[in-house]
Each structure stands twice: as structure tokens, then as C-alpha cells.
């Protein structure tokens, strides 16, 4: 089991809004500020690990499908983050079971001060599910 800091997780059993319309864009928990306090290690030869790991399994009415996207911005203000990098690309809701985990080394050249993780829904909405995503040094399952 991992370590957490606070500061490195982007959500904890975040449900997934059954309100979002298809094809709408929604971050999910917090803006992660990057900063030697928060990630001492990193840029010298340890890699920053991207977890996104489904606590409540996803389900739709229909034939929903979801992705996740990494952006990342200079200054912590909704216009001005870009997309960084396309996590996983929309991918049926049913793939997403309890217990999912998708880890991710974080591209550590291209990434400006403030990150978040979004996430979109194509079709139709979702009718359920929840993430845990952090940050961290390990790639191993906490």
C-alpha cells in the first residue's frame, strides 16, 4: 500500500455525474499543483505515476462510452489549461469494472505547473460509477 499525500490526489470515490450530457468534458476532483514539495523526487530519475482506478463500476442505459484526458496549465485558472495527453480513449462504460486500474508514467518534460484529470462521455450518459485517482512514485496498486 502506498504512501498518499493529500496534495497528490485528484479524487477519492468520485462519483461520475449521471448529469453529464453526452459529449461534455468534466474534470474530476482537484487541480493538482506540481512543485518540488509536492513531487521532491521527481525529474531525477524517478518516475510520477498516473493512477485512475474505478471504485463503483460504470454503467449507462445504453452504449455509453468514456475517456480520460490529462491537461495542464501555467496558472490554475479554467482557460487556460490545454490537453497534455489522451489517457484512454473512449472506451465502452461496461470495461470499467470495479477494481479497474489504469497507471500511467506522467510525461514529466511537457508538464506545466497545474494539472487535472477530465474525463468525457460519448452517447449517453452514465448511470453509475466512481473513481480514485492520485499521483505517485509507485506504480503499485494501493
Known amino acids: 500500500m502506498a ?3 493529500r496534495w497528490l490526489e485528484f479524487a477519492d470515490a468520485q462519483a461520475m455525474s449521471t448529469a453529464v450530457i453526452a ?17 521532491p523526487n521527481s525529474g531525477k530519475g524517478s518516475p510520477v505515476y498516473l493512477h485512475i482506478k474505478v471504485s463503483t463500476a460504470f454503467t ?3 452504449n455509453a462510452k468514456v475517456a480520460f484526458n490529462l491537461e495542464h496549465a501555467g496558472t490554475n485558472t479554467p482557460a487556460s489549461f490545454s490537453n497534455l495527453v489522451a ?3 473512449a472506451t465502452p462504460a461496461t470495461d470499467y469494472n470495479a477494481n479497474y486500474h489504469y497507471i500511467s508514467i506522467l510525461p514529466a ?4 505547473r497545474f494539472i487535472r484529470l477530465k474525463y468525457a462521455v460519448t452517447t449517453t450518459r452514465l448511470t453509475a460509477g466512481a ?3 492520485w499521483l505517485d512514485l509507485s506504480d503499485a496498486d494501493r
Do not use: W, Y
Not at 33 to 38: F, M, N, V
Open 60 to 62: 449507462s442505459g445504453s
Open 3 to 5: 504512501v498518499m499525500d
Open 109 to 112: 518534460m511537457t508538464t506545466k
Open 131 to 133: 473513481v480514485d485517482a
Open 23 to 39: 459529449s461534455a468534458v468534466t474534470t474530476i476532483g482537484d487541480v493538482i499543483e506540481l512543485s518540488k514539495r509536492a513531487l
Open 87 to 89: 489517457l484512454i480513449p
